[in-house]
């Protein structure tokens, strides 16, 4: 859900745009309440369940890292809450409990399945045009083929791009040189606060750090057989 409000999945557009004091050159599209209301309401669920406090964050990536924890803190104690009922019902109320929406489309609240019923648990690319048939309205209807709709390739790899996608190289000077070596190469570029930002996935940041571990262990290594060599 963050993603869906958030589709780079890892940058604070509000915090670049405080320290910038510029504003982003396009404004982002309209969320709708109920997107926002939902991931509130799961995420302050789940914080309340977490071992590690702090307030929920809404950057995407942090997000899914914020509502694992609370999960595992929820599985680590599970036979202690099982064995109180207001832990139970608790529970029950976030994860498990239906909010049918009214004659209106408005709910009465908002938990775990209620989200996944709405939005499922992977944002999905939009699928493929189909045709465009007349609606009863005699107004074109666009048709769309949902066969061909994919899962984008983010949960538990999320989109990363600036002080994050440094963070995960070491510095930004060693991920500028990974890029101009063709080391990585960005997912897409996106424009954050007027800034052009490239945003790389994060196992392909860890990938090529564990490389560039490894070759200098070895470059290591062979220096030191080479000094014992001289030595004897």
């Known amino acids: 859900m963050r993603s869906k409000i958030d589709p780079t999945s890892a940058i604070v557009y509000e915090d670049r745009a405080r320290r910038s004091g510029s504003a982003p050159v396009e404004a982002g599209a309209p969320v709708p309440a109920d997107l926002l209301d939902a991931s509130r309401a799961v995420q302050i669920g ?7 406090g702090g307030w929920p964050r809404s950057d995407a990536a942090e997000a899914f890292d914020d509502a694992e924890a609370a999960a595992a803190g929820i599985l680590a104690h599970l036979d202690e809450r099982l064995a109180d009922e207001d832990d ?69 790899d999320p989109l990363l791009g600036g002080p994050q ?3 995960e190289a070491g510095s930004l000077r060693t991920l500028q040189r990974w890029a101009q070596r063709g080391e990585i190469e960005p997912e897409r570029v996106v ?11 994060r196992s392909v940041l860890r990938a090529a750090r564990a ?21 004897a």
């Not at 789940?46 to 590690?52: A, E, G, H, I, V």
């Not at 954050?192 to 790389?200: E, K, N, Q, S």
């Not at 290594?221 to 060599?229: I, K, L």
């Open 46 to 52: 789940l914080w309340r369940w977490s071992p590690q």
């Open 191 to 201: 424009y954050v606060a007027g800034r052009r930002t490239p945003v790389f996935r």
């Open 88 to 156: 139970v019902m608790s529970l029950y109320a976030l994860l498990l409990e239906e909010h049918k929406p009214n004659d209106d489309g408005v709910r009465s609240g908002w938990s775990v399945v209620d989200a996944l019923n709405v939005w499922g648990a992977e944002r999905r690319e939009r699928p493929a045009e189909e045709a465009v048939s007349p609606s009863r309205a005699l107004r074109p209807e666009r048709v769309f083929d949902e066969s061909t709709a994919t899962p984008i390739a983010e949960q538990g």
């Open 165 to 167: 996608a440094a963070a």
């Open 211 to 231: 490389r560039m571990d490894a070759a200098r262990a070895e470059r290591a290594e062979d220096g030191r057989f080479v000094a014992s060599e001289e030595s």
